[in-house]
């Protein structure tokens, strides 16, 4: 699966055959995908069922992915689970990264929590996950603006969970600097509004040109690393 300007395309590699060939939003391209395998009882037919999110600029989508298997003869349906959801403050997503499955229990009141996301003027959100109807698998997402980091202009960012409710942003700029900072939240009881905790903040002088890439590793109690790589045409590893 690629996205190739406006348009999303599924190729089966082994036959060289495009397969599925979409168009999520009206107006954007597409900057991003991110895939994860469905989890969930499903039919026996159905052999493998992937989620996933469409980003490009401010818009957001989710879509499914179903490989069936019938009568021998393979089948791949490609069907947007939401309509096109924007930003209201018009900043370019430049990261997202799924929320944990299991706990989503653990945040009373609200609807599900489907990733977090990141935008190029360091704000930090929650995409909220509602079902409109369970027959027809539609969906509708909630973009819930948690906090800002300190105020620059990102080329990219990673996202880390740990465990569900405290996110650790990784995001490179223009000059060559790594923003990390952290924020935990919590859903009230009584007023079912977010409380938003932010950490310490932490800037990095680690390159001497623009940061086009970076990634962080899963959080863990002894280790957290970050890599990044610039147009100094260095790859840089930090063991925070």
């Not at 924007?86 to 799924?98: H, M, N, P, S, Y």
């Not at 909630?142 to 995001?171: D, E, M, Q, Y």
Request: proline share 4%.
């Amino acid at each position: 699966m690629l996205g190739e300007g406006s348009t999303v395309k599924i190729y089966d590699l082994q036959a060289g055959t495009l397969l599925v060939l979409a168009c999520p939003f009206e107006n954007q391209v597409i900057y991003g995908i991110s895939v994860g395998c469905d989890v969930r009882p499903r039919p026996q037919k159905e052999n493998l069922q992937l989620h996933g999110i469409i980003w490009g600029g401010v818009s957001l989508r989710t879509f499914k992915v179903i490989r069936s298997q019938e009568d021998g003869q393979g089948s791949i349906e490609f069907k947007f689970r939401s309509a096109e959801i924007k930003l209201e403050d018009q900043d370019r997503i430049v990261a997202l990264t799924f929320a944990p499955k299991t706990p989503l229990a653990n945040y009373p009141g609200k609807a599900p929590i489907l990733a977090a996301l990141l935008t190029d003027q360091n704000r930090l959100y929650l995409v909220e996950d509602t079902v409109v109807e369970d027959w027809d698998d539609r969906r509708h997402l909630t973009p819930v603006f948690l906090k800002r980091g300190t105020p620059n202009t990102l080329f990219c960012a990673s996202i880390s969970w740990s465990p569900w409710n405290r996110l650790i942003v990784a995001a490179g700029t223009g000059f060559g600097d790594i923003e990390i900072w952290q924020a935990t939240f919590s859903s009230h009881l009584t007023t079912n509004k977010i409380e938003v905790t932010v950490g310490g903040s932490v800037s990095l002088k680690v390159h001497v040109g623009s940061i086009y890439g970076i990634s962080s590793s899963s959080i863990a109690k002894d280790y957290f690393y970050i890599a990044s790589c610039s147009d100094d045409r260095m790859v840089r590893a930090w063991d925070l």
